[in-house]
């Protein structure tokens, strides 16, 4: 819990720093960190290798805005629709998987091909979805403020500090989570699934909440995603999507709190550090990622914390 | 009759390795199954640990047909096994083993207290992990509580696996040769922890190899020679049986 103080500088930096495009990179990194954490919550926590992050990702920001369109209703309360279809939708993929037992590859694959279909669905759907060419974003989330009343997030500051107060929402949850009795189920399973059951875990019913769990968090930055950059794509639900989050877990560390974070502030600062043409800064970038798994397996966090405890211990 | 044992019968493939096997447990009562290397113990063990699938045959737990249930929900009933080789969470510490193991306990608390420990486990669980302590005392555990378990010796893994089946409040505990590879300081430990579990009311089932130390401790004796039941009674006469003699300890034994 304690390591979430280091979100504080997050809140002070814009007293510091104006420039917009230092408080934007921090705001896609907010809201991909929490799509991140949505996916260390079902692999870091309870060892299943899904590929359906980006789905529920693209069925945030799709049902989110598709529900504020067809029935007049508030960001918050569309989300609670995208929330509601994400759970059920879990729930079926879930059931189908983990009553089949399939782990690891299989799992990946067959995820990975219902996250597929969600993405044929928004690509073709072309009277509900507007197929290839995505919708256009227009309306804006509001929020309750004490002394101002309902607020429009706009600009860049209400955006920076409303992702911001998410991630930290999403991760004081997420530590509650991973320190309770549920998070320690989830790490029985990840570490010893025959194990676990033997010791009276329902093995099958706690997968699927990790599963749930994680999709509703990655719904989440898929409909702050959505509404901040103003454009909904069948892209959203791309298997690019799906594995530039693990990239961010597998770099920041697997299976931390903090390390889905750490690896979307890396990832997506890089590209704005690194002046280079856009195809040999893909390359650079993989070889980066590549360098840090085969040296670092638990991560930057991991890294650090090793560090820490060593020096601790040295003393 | 707190376990009843009906035929029951495992085939894998053309090999039978548990074979029409019948008997019964009281409750408080010690039994020791043993026979020889390959005679089906462990696998009877793991059939009424559901563990594997019977392919024939009942298990009847307090009148109730539990053969085929899924391990979780036998252990929920209070029937836990510990393996042979122990199994364990490796990268974990072993208070941490202790307490994933508390979950059916943690089942048995109320709702508003389970509710409580989601945001604060230190106040919610102070009873299960002030239990935790005491599984790990009694099972001398106590110094290596913050160790990973990767770390353990050998005998120390295989207490860990018995701290662990404590946890799990067993009404019948299945031990799988708890005493193999224990040096004779860690046997005499692990018959203190044996006693003292029965003197709580557990019931217990164990299965080795060592006729001697089962022997000591059980009321009732079952022994096995290829899946098969060839004797049933108090150890002292089990072991003196013709057949058993023959099986266990080769023919020119004299007993």
């Known amino acids: 819990m304690r390591t979430l103080l280091l979100l504080i500088p997050f809140y002070v930096l814009p007293l510091l720093v104006q420039s917009d495009v230092v408080l934007t990179v921090l705001i896609f990194t907010f809201v991909l960190s929490i799509l991140a954490i949505g996916f260390n919550i079902v692999f870091g926590g309870a060892g299943q290798l899904t590929m359906f992050h980006a789905a529920a990702f693209g069925i945030g920001g799709y049902v989110t805005f598709l529900s504020m369109l067809r029935f007049g209703i508030s960001f918050w309360l569309g989300f609670g629709v995208a929330v509601a279809v994400v759970i059920v939708t879990s729930i079926v993929i879930g059931w189908i998987c983990f009553k089949f037992r399939l782990k690891e590859f299989y799992f990946a694959v067959v995820t990975l091909a219902f996250a597929e279909l969600c993405r044929l669905v928004a690509l073709n759907w072309n009277s509900v979805t507007n197929g290839t060419l995505g919708m256009l974003v227009l309306e804006k989330p509001t929020v309750w403020l004490p002394g101002m009343g309902v607020v429009k997030i706009e600009q860049t500051l209400p955006w920076y500090f409303l992702t911001l107060v998410c991630l930290t929402g999403i991760l004081i949850f997420s530590a509650l989570l991973m320190r309770s009795w549920i998070g320690r189920n989830f790490s029985a399973i990840r570490l010893n699934e025959d194990l676990a059951q033997t010791l009276g875990i329902d093995t099958f019913r706690y997968k699927l909440l990790a599963f749930t769990i994680s999709n509703v968090v990655a719904a989440f930055a898929g409909a702050l995603y959505g509404f901040y950059t103003g454009y909904i794509d069948p892209a959203y639900l791309s298997v690019t999507q799906s594995l530039d989050a693990i990239a961010m877990v597998l770099l920041g560390g697997v299976s931390t709190i903090l390390g889905p974070v750490v690896g979307a502030l890396v990832l997506t600062s890089l590209p704005h550090l690194i002046e280079l043409p856009a195809e040999l800064r893909v390359a650079v970038y993989g070889m980066i990622l590549i360098l840090v798994i085969l040296l670092m397996p638990r991560g930057i966090v991991g890294l650090v914390a090793g560090l820490l405890r060593g020096r601790v211990s040295a003393a | ?255």
């Open chain 2, 1 to 255: 009759m707190l376990l009843k044992v009906e035929n029951l019968t495992k085939r894998f493939g053309g090999l039978v390795a548990v074979s029409d096997v019948s008997f019964a447990i009281e409750k408080g009562e010690i039994i020791g199954i043993f026979g020889p290397n390959g005679s089906g113990k462990t696998t009877l063990l793991s059939l009424l640990a559901g563990l594997l699938p019977p392919s024939g045959g009942r298990v009847l737990w307090k009148d109730q047909d539990i053969a085929g249930s899924r391990p979780n929900v036998i252990a929920a009933l209070g029937v836990i096994k510990t393996f042979q080789n122990p199994q364990l969470f490796s990268e974990l510490s072993v208070f941490e083993h202790v307490m994933i193991a508390s979950f059916l306990a943690f089942t048995r608390m109320k709702h508003h207290s389970r509710l409580r420990s989601f945001f604060s486990p230190r106040q919610g669980e102070k009873a299960l992990r002030a239990r935790a302590e005491k599984a790990l005392t009694l099972c001398r555990l106590q110094n290596a509580s913050t160790k990973p378990a990767a770390e353990l010796s050998y005998g120390e893994e295989k207490m860990l696996g018995v701290a662990m089946a404590m946890m799990c409040e067993p009404e019948l505990l299945l031990l799988d040769e708890p005493a193999s590879g224990l040096g004779n300081d860690e046997i005499q430990n692990l018959e203190n922890v044996l006693r003292d579990l029965r003197a709580h009311g557990t019931t217990l089932c164990i299965i080795d190899h060592k006729v001697a130390f089962l022997a000591k401790f059980a009321d009732q004796a079952i022994a096995l020679q290829e899946g098969r039941k060839i004797a049933q009674g108090r150890p002292r006469d089990v072991l003196a049986d013709a057949d058993v003699v023959k099986a266990y300890l080769g023919r020119h034994h004299h007993a």
